[in-house]
């Protein structure tokens, strides 16, 4: 009787940690898909800002400064999906980021800083301006994907 206790105990506590395990799995997969489709859009919106300052489009100021608006929405967005233990899976980042949590934000904060002067820029009308803006906001990506992001 005991033995039988014993072993339905066990048996019970091993589905347990399974189904946990799923449950985790499932947040990670969730939070991964999350940062993704964030960083997806913005590179969509930075991809047509990219195009303008290389003249491959006409600086259209107002909708520039839509783009911009836009960007600095999504720049709030990844971070959240950036859960413990989701470098694993299907996924690029490196696991640094939870190490050099600090960095990692600062990183992050720079970015959402840099898109509010692309605003700024796009606002004024000013091209000049705008381009210096959208190559610091740039760098901004670059920095953190070196440091965070596998190749
Ligand atoms: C603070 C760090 C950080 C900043 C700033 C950052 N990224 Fe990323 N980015 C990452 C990491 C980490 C990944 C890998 C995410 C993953 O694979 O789970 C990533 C992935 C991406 C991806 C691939 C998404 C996919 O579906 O695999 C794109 C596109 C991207 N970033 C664009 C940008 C653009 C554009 C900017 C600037 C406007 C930017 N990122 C700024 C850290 C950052």
Not at 89 to 118: M, P
């Amino acid at each position: 009787m005991k033995v039988g206790f014993s072993l339905l105990a066990l048996a019970v506590g091993l589905l347990l940690q399974g189904s946990f395990a799923h449950a985790q799995d499932r947040k990670i997969e969730q939070a991964t898909k999350h940062r993704k489709a964030a960083f997806t859009l913005m590179a969509t919106y930075v991809n047509r800002m990219v195009q303008t300052v290389d003249g491959h489009r006409p600086f259209d100021a107002k909708q520039m400064t839509q783009d911009a608006k836009t960007v600095e929405l999504l720049s709030k967005l990844p971070w959240e999906g950036f859960v413990e233990g989701s470098e694993r899976g299907d996924t690029r980042a490196k696991d640094d980021i939870w190490f050099e949590e600090d960095k990692f934000k600062r990183y992050a904060n720079e970015l959402q800083f840099k898109s509010a002067g692309v605003t700024a820029a796009a606002e004024s009308g000013d091209l000049k301006r705008f381009k210096a803006a959208v190559g610091q906001m740039r760098d901004a990506c670059n920095t953190c994907h070196k440091a965070f992001r596998k190749d």
